[in-house]
């Protein structure tokens, strides 16, 4: 798996990744990840179509779902204790 690129992002980590013919992005926020693969072929514009679609609106959605893991993992934990 190779590195392309970071995109700088104030609330989480945004990693693009290439590896078998896909793209991989991947947030992280603290111990929380959550990964989107894509194959090359289905994306027009190559790195820069997969840019494109990593809108606020988007990433909002992503940011969303990290606050959802985060509560869904807790609740989780505090029944294991």
Do not use: W
Not at 28 to 54: C, P, R
């Amino acid at each position: 798996m190779r590195v392309i690129a970071e995109l700088p992002h104030p609330d989480c980590k945004i990693t693009l990744f290439n590896m078998n013919n896909k793209y991989i992005i991947k947030f992280e926020q603290g111990t929380l990840e959550q990964t989107y693969k894509i194959a090359e072929i289905d994306i027009v514009g190559g790195v820069n179509g997969v840019f494109e679609m990593l809108d606020e609106v988007f990433i909002q959605s992503i940011i969303h779902r990290f606050t959802s893991m985060r509560s869904d993992f807790l609740l989780a934990y505090k029944k294991y204790q």
